[in-house]
Structure formats: C-alpha cells, structure tokens
C-alpha cells in the first residue's frame, strides 16, 4: 500500500526566508511518481511538479527546488527567499506505476510567510 | 474560464435536504474526479469518471450519488448526509484517467464547502 507522510503541519516564517517541506513517502512498486501541489486560500490544488522514480537529479524552478532522495524515500520541497504570496497549504502526493494507479495525498503543510 | 469550474462555492444543509454539487471542465479532459477535504486529513479521493464510466468507487456512502453526464460535466448528489459530511468537496480532470503513460497531472477546481447542520 502506498502511503505519504507530511509530518510538518504548520510552518511560519518570515519574509525572504527559506523554507523546506518535507515528503516521506512508502511503496512498494519500484515505479512510481512524485508529485507536490499548492493550494492557495482560493480553494482550487496548483500542480506543482513530477517526479518520475528514476530521476533522481533535483530540480530547481525559480525559487523553487526540489531534493529527490530515494535512499530515503523522500521528496522534500524548498522556497527560496519566500514571499507573502507563498502563504498556502502545500500536498506530496505518489501514484504507483500500476495501471489503476491512483494518486495518493499527504495530510499537507500550511505554511504562512509574515511580512 | 478558469479551466475547471465548481457550484456553488458554498452551500449549507440540512441532514434531510436533497442538492447537488456541479463541476465543468473547459479542458477537453477525459477523466474527471471528486475528492473530499477534511480538516487536518489527507484528499480523499471519492469517485473517478473516465470517458463518462464510473471506474472507481472508494467505499462512498450511499447517500453520495455521483452522476457524469458527458466529459465535461460532474454532478455529486447529496441526500440524508450528515454534519461529518461537512467538508470541502474538490473536483479535479485530467487528461486521461491518471496513468503512468500520461503526466499524471490533476487540474483542480476551487471547491465547494459543503456544510451540514
């Protein structure tokens, strides 16, 4: 069974600070997928990035990065000189490789950046 | 447009009242999902539609009907609940119904809070 774990619930930071997400995830398939979404006040779950089990390489988008460890089945999220508009609640999530392969949230993170 | 679209954002009910949750995507997606958020717990990914087919069914109580018309439309009927129903309800589609082969990405709608008194 697949199975993400977000242990953080709540971070608080301050402005231009730089934050780290954490993401355990558990499978058993030796393919499977990564993913982390936003979901901001408004509501509605931003797609953030993919991961595909072979790619290790991370991965840095802006002030976005991405730490990709398999050997300790982690996928951990960080912000970069954080801003105000960062405030959201932010979910890892896995999909296994099967063909009914469905995805899999964590409990998510709130994080707030204070001005 | 945004790409998918929820109504009513907000909704309130009795445990004997009768409505409905409606979503619509603009995407041209095939596959179409609703999941339910509860305070400090994980998505709970409801039912899937896939080229209009029920294909999953998480062990949803009775009293939640889903209803897919055509690809661009999702209906969640709701009747009898109860206020642990109380929640916000997210529709998301997808290109394809999630599959290795695909991006795997899930486009999400911006909810609607459902409250049951």
């Known amino acids: 069974a697949q199975k993400v774990t977000q242990a953080q619930t709540e971070i608080s930071v301050v402005e231009k600070e730089d934050v780290t997400l954490d993401c355990v995830y558990e499978t058993r398939d030796t393919t499977y997928y990564l993913f982390w979404y936003k979901q901001p006040p408004s509501g509605e779950l931003v797609f953030l990035i993919r991961?595909?089990?072979?790619?290790?390489q991370n991965e840095i988008s802006g002030r976005y990065s991405w730490n990709f460890q398999k050997s300790t089945s982690s996928f951990n999220f960080t912000i970069t000189a954080s801003q105000v508009v960062d405030s959201a609640v932010y979910f890892c999530?896995?999909?296994?490789?099967?063909?009914?392969?469905?995805?899999?949230f964590g409990k998510g993170i709130t994080l707030s950046v204070r001005p | 447009e945004t790409g998918v679209t929820q109504t009513p954002r907000h909704l309130v009910m009795g445990m004997t009242n009768k409505k409905s949750l409606k979503c619509e995507q603009h995407l041209g997606h095939n596959a179409m999902y609703w999941y339910k958020q509860s305070a400090k717990k994980p998505l709970e990914l409801m039912f899937v539609?896939?080229?209009?087919?029920?294909?999953e069914n998480n062990s949803v109580p009775s009293r939640f009907s889903p209803e897919c018309p055509n690809s661009s439309h999702l209906f969640l009927h709701l009747h009898t609940l109860q206020p642990e129903d109380s929640a916000l309800y997210l529709c998301?589609?997808?290109?394809?119904?999630?599959?290795?082969?695909?991006?795997?990405?899930?486009?999400f709608g911006e909810g609607s809070r459902l409250t049951v008194l």
């Open positions: 999530a896995l999909s296994e490789g099967g063909a009914n392969s469905k995805l899999t």
């Open positions: 998301a589609s997808s290109q394809d119904r999630l599959h290795p082969a695909n991006t795997g990405e899930l486009f």
């Open positions: 539609y896939s080229l209009e087919e029920r294909v």
């Open positions: 991961r595909n089990s072979f790619d290790e």
